[in-house]
T-cell receptor, first 110, second 114 residues
């Protein structure tokens, strides 16, 4: 089965500490990899995508050589980073849809 | 505002009833998706439209579910003979441009089946 796994349902860090949200894939294939974020009482929105090689709100994500992980990192977490984070990737055989992980709830403590 | 609106935001119904959800993207969004999200899970793909054509359907989409996008603008998702297991958040997402460009999500329609 093609799976997108986020092993941590909950993650808490203190403000100013580094944070890493893990995302693992059971399959390789499309380089279209995404992190989506949902802040409290807001809709799901794109945070960053692999193909853009961008850093958004201080977050970066790197695809490992085996194309099986795409962890999200930020060197200094801020309280406003508290949110639900989902990684996503098209399933093999379809470039049109995304398979999402189950999400990690990040809480940044003061 | 992503320009994707969904209605109703919340629907409570009794088992066996039919429900319909509507999604209105902006005109530039030729691609439209329906996802379902249950508690503690990420969004699960249900179906995809390019303009008015339904190009992909998930095996999750039983024959009680039907989606339409008749004029390539708004879309409806109907669930017939609802079951308690249908209780979930139904998310609409839309996009234009490349096949795997950014998806713009609506706020969702929460279904509760009693």
């Amino acid at each position: 089965a093609q799976r997108v796994t986020q092993p941590e349902k909950l993650l808490s860090v203190f403000k100013g500490a580094p944070v890493e949200l893990k995302c693992n894939y059971s399959y390789s294939g499309s380089p279209e990899l995404f992190w989506y974020v949902q802040y409290s009482r807001q809709r799901l929105q794109l945070l960053l995508r692999h193909i853009s090689r961008e850093s958004i709100k201080g977050f970066t994500a790197d695809l490992n050589k085996g194309e099986t992980s795409f962890h999200l990192k930020k060197p200094f977490a801020q309280e406003e980073d508290s949110a639900m984070y989902y990684c996503a990737r098209p399933p093999r055989g379809s470039a049109r849809q995304l398979t999402f992980g189950s999400g990690t709830q990040l809480t940044v403590l003061p | 505002d992503t320009g994707v609106s969904q209605d109703p935001r919340h629907k409570i119904t009794k088992r066996g009833q039919n429900v319909t959800f509507r999604c209105d993207p902006i005109s530039e969004h030729n691609r439209l998706y329906w996802y379902r999200q249950t508690l503690g899970q990420g969004p699960e793909f249900l179906t995809y439209f390019q303009n008015e054509a339904q190009l992909e359907k998930s095996r999750l989409l039983s024959d009680r579910f039907s989606a339409e996008r008749p004029k390539g603008s708004f879309s409806t998702l109907e669930i017939q003979r609802t079951e308690q297991g249908d209780s979930a958040m139904y998310l609409c997402a839309a996009a234009g441009g490349s096949p795997t460009g950014e998806l713009f999500f609506g706020e969702g329609s929460r279904l509760t089946v009693l």
